[in-house]
Nanobody, 123 residues
Framework: QVQLVESGGGLVQAGGSLRLSCAAS????????MGWFRQAPGKEREFVAA????????YYADSVKGRFTISRDNAKNTVALQMNSLKPEDTAVYYC????????????????WGQGTQVTVSS
């Protein structure tokens, strides 16, 4: 069982930056691949970024590539999403998710989810 708690969301102007953090409970955090997803009002939840259990492999949606960076610290049981050059279309609730071992880009493949944190980018 893994419990996830996101933090770091807020209101930022276009072009600004935010850093989201996800704190995980459990002693086996290092065996889980982690992902970030987002959901805007009226839209489906979409993949943003993922990182392998070791941190050696990362994956990004085309819409955030070059602007967002996912990282993890297995010693602290945390995963972060650094978001730069934010755009109004990045506005959404951002969710942290975990699944055993392999990374994935489909929300249905993730077993554990946080409660989400709101990111609002004003134009």
């Amino acid at each position: 069982q893994v419990q996830l708690v996101e933090s770091g969301g807020g209101l930022v102007q276009a072009g600004g930056s935010l850093r989201l953090s996800c704190a995980a409970s459990g002693r086996t955090f290092s065996t889980y691949a982690m992902g970030w997803f987002r959901q805007a009002p009226g839209k489906e939840r979409e993949f943003v970024a993922a990182i392998s259990w070791s941190g050696s492999s990362t994956y990004y949606a085309d819409s955030v590539k070059g602007r967002f960076t996912i990282s993890r610290d297995n010693a602290k049981n945390t995963v972060a999403l650094q978001m730069n050059s934010l755009k109004p279309e990045d506005t959404a609730v951002y969710y942290c998710a975990a699944r055993r071992l392999r990374t994935a880009q489909a929300a249905a493949d993730y077993e554990y989810w946080g409660q989400g944190t709101q990111v609002t980018v004003s134009s």
